[in-house]
């Protein structure tokens, strides 16, 4: 790991200074708020609703990232900070920091490459990528543009048990080390923005590539998508969810897959109590990015309360509202041991593809590599309660 003058923020900073010097700025906007009014310029606008938009009136949205303003950091001073270690370890792989790209479906409507460019950025930094079942581009293709990249594959569970574990078994043979299971997408939650301007990519065959070219799926049809995409888009868009998924079925897969399973939606303490007896090793919690249950708790407010039930017996991760290095400073240290972004870097892949995606990750990671060293800190692992200070 470089030192505190090469590292992830002194030397993306001295980088983007000397470029300033010569009369270059930023190609992608650094502030969270400019980064997404610059993808909103360059997007449709059914396509910016889509990813900007949450359930109902969006409360869940906007207090996901004002959670974060309840905790202060407090600084330490005049400690040793010269050799920083951002890299953490999760299932017996070391990642650099503790950062992961969420699974985001339907990327396509954002850029053509869409998951392809995200891979490729991930590469670049190392920075491992959750891949959506909804992508246009098939998992074994993601996982081609990957090579060796530490990667996860994301699933939802749907009506047909011999389609989800398909999808699964091709994960695994495509070299993804962990299954994320989506728990809280089983019905879709009421999104204004979509339902006002009737839209839905996938019935316009967006994001089905990894239903598309499952050897299960095509033999439900009695025409292949390419002779028939019609029928096949709309037996993939009932593919996706089932109100009937329940701690049994994450038992069943857990008991047909060599990769560990993290369920993804867990708000409740309860709940991560019944993802581990069901087999679970390990949890996020998310609210969806506020896109399913308007008025839900906020993800930073749940966190503790999850960790309290859960100490360290497995791997806790966390995404929703996670904008600046300080958000995931004070997300690890309510417990989390990295956190997932999803909106971000879909705006970076919207302002400037591949090399959008990679500057939103390396600005983040700068963000927080001196965020840890200001406040005193040399690694995430120092990163504890003592760290913070109520509102």
Not at 260 to 282: F, W
Not at 303 to 328: F, K
Request: a negative charge; proline letters at 7%.
């Amino acid at each position: 790991m470089p030192d505190n003058y090469g590292g992830f923020g002194p030397g993306r900073q001295a980088a983007i200074y000397r470029d300033g010097a010569a009369g270059r700025v930023p190609t992608v906007p650094v502030a969270p708020e400019q980064l997404e009014a610059a993808a909103q310029r360059v997007l449709s606008p059914e396509a910016f609703d889509y990813v900007a938009g949450g359930a109902g009136g969006e409360r869940t949205v906007r207090q996901n990232g004002a959670e974060f303003d309840r905790w202060h950091l407090v600084p330490r001073m005049l400690r040793d900070v010269h050799a920083r270690d951002t890299r953490v370890e999760i299932f017996g792989h070391s990642v650099p920091a503790p950062l992961f790209l969420a699974p985001v479906g339907a990327l396509e409507v954002v850029r053509p490459e869409a998951e392809l460019a995200v891979a490729r950025a991930c590469v670049a930094t190392g920075i491992p990528m959750v891949a959506s079942t909804l992508t246009s581009h098939s998992l074994e293709e993601i996982a081609a543009e990957m090579g060796t990249s530490y990667r996860w594959f994301q699933l939802y569970w749907g009506p047909d048990r011999d389609l989800n574990l398909s999808l699964v078994q091709r994960a695994e043979k495509a070299g993804y080390s962990a299954l994320v299971i989506t728990l809280d997408t089983r019905i879709i939650g009421w999104r204004n923005r979509d339902i006002g301007r009737g839209f839905l990519p996938f019935l316009g065959g967006v994001g089905l590539g990894n239903y598309f070219a499952d050897p299960v799926f095509r033999s439900r049809l009695a025409k292949p998508p390419e002779e028939d995409l019609p029928t096949a888009v709309l037996r993939a868009v009932g593919s996706i969810g089932d109100p009937t998924f329940s701690w049994a079925d994450v038992r069943f897969l857990s008991e047909r897959t060599s990769m560990p399973i993290v369920v993804k939606g867990i708000l409740h303490p309860q709940d991560a109590v019944d993802a581990l007896e069901a087999g679970a090793n390990g949890l996020i919690v998310s609210n969806h990015g506020g896109r399913q249950v308007d008025g839900s708790l906020p993800t930073l407010r749940a966190l503790p309360a999850v960790m309290t039930e859960v100490g360290d017996r497995v791997p806790v991760l966390c995404d929703s509202g996670i904008r600046h290095g300080s958000d995931i400073a004070k997300a690890i240290a309510l417990g989390a041991r990295a956190v997932l972004i999803g909106r971000p870097y879909v705006w970076g892949l919207a302002v400037d593809g591949e090399a959008g995606v990679r500057a939103v990750i390396e600005n983040l990671l700068a963000d927080f590599d001196l965020t840890l060293g200001l406040c005193g800190l040399s690694k995430p692992s120092e990163l504890t309660r003592d760290a913070l200070l109520a509102a």
